[in-house]
């Protein structure tokens, strides 16, 4: 039995050395089949109008969770998200950066236009209903919560730091981490885009 169990050891000790195991492209996390959705649920863009994931189809999509008073993490999130854009050069035109506000009460399409457009001129934000996004959210397997109050010091909203990346052909590929560096995020767009 014990020598039995050595072998099975050592077979996966040597199955784990092997030279010719696939490893991953990716700097971020591979998500493919991992069961997250490109939500189809319509949303609303800055100009009122209602948008799809869809609509994006043929670019690469990064899409961002957050809300416009958030105090560190969506920034910096789309900070670093223009950082990898102009990284990535003449490509960046063929990735678009869809911020979704999951603070519907306070983040009208107005307001979510003129900040995500601070951080670059072709970012999109997007909007709607709580339900619309409560729907978006679960597809993408996000945590949003927000708990709304009189007193505007004690509205809270918290939710999930991570970037979802779709491939140009709508499907959910890769999960960036909050604090990503920018010139790795560029670096698996880049692999995304010419693999397309």
Same mark, same amino acid.
């Given at each position: %039995?014990?020598?039995?169990?050595?072998?099975?050891?050592?077979?996966?000790?040597?199955?784990?050395?092997?030279?010719?195991?696939?490893?991953? =492209?990716? @700097?971020?996390?591979?998500? *493919?089949?991992?069961?997250?959705?490109?939500?189809?649920?319509?949303?609303?863009?800055?100009? $009122? @109008?209602?948008? *799809?994931?869809?609509?994006?189809?043929?670019?690469?999509?990064?899409?961002?969770?957050?809300?416009?008073?958030? =105090?560190?993490?969506?920034?910096?999130?789309?900070? +670093?998200?223009? @950082?990898?854009?102009?990284?990535?050069?003449?490509?960046?035109?063929?990735?678009?950066?869809?911020?979704?506000?999951?603070?519907?009460?306070?983040?009208?399409?107005?307001?979510?236009?003129?900040?995500? *457009? &601070?951080?670059?001129? +072709?970012?999109? $934000?997007? *909007? $709607?209903?709580?339900?619309?996004?409560?729907?978006?959210?679960?597809?993408?397997?996000?945590?949003?919560?927000?708990?709304?109050?009189?007193?505007?010091?004690?509205?809270?909203?918290?939710?999930?730091?991570?970037?979802?990346?779709?491939?140009?052909?709508?499907?959910?590929?890769? %999960?960036?981490? =909050?604090?990503? &560096? =920018?010139? +790795? %995020?560029?670096?698996?767009?880049?692999?995304?885009? +010419?693999?397309?």
């Amino acid at each position: %039995m014990i020598r039995a169990l050595a072998a099975a050891a050592l077979a996966l000790a040597v199955a784990g050395c092997d030279p010719g195991a696939r490893t991953s =492209p990716f @700097k971020g996390i591979d998500i *493919t089949g991992s069961g997250v959705q490109a939500s189809a649920t319509p949303l609303v863009d800055g100009e $009122g @109008k209602p948008r *799809t994931l869809a609509d994006f189809r043929g670019k690469a999509v990064l899409v961002i969770f957050g809300y416009t008073h958030c =105090p560190d993490v969506c920034p910096t999130s789309l900070a +670093d998200a223009a @950082k990898a854009l102009k990284a990535l050069g003449n490509d960046a035109s063929r990735v678009q950066v869809v911020f979704v506000s999951v603070d519907p009460k306070r983040d009208t399409p107005a307001l979510l236009r003129e900040y995500v *457009t &601070a951080f670059r001129p +072709d970012f999109v $934000g997007l *909007t $709607g209903s709580r339900d619309a996004l409560a729907q978006f959210t679960r597809d993408f397997k996000v945590y949003a919560n927000v708990e709304e109050s009189d007193d505007p010091s004690k509205y809270k909203v918290e939710h999930s730091g991570q970037m979802v990346v779709l491939d140009p052909k709508g499907q959910p590929r890769l %999960m960036f981490a =909050p604090g990503m &560096a =920018p010139a +790795d %995020m560029a670096s698996d767009l880049k692999v995304l885009l +010419d693999n397309a």
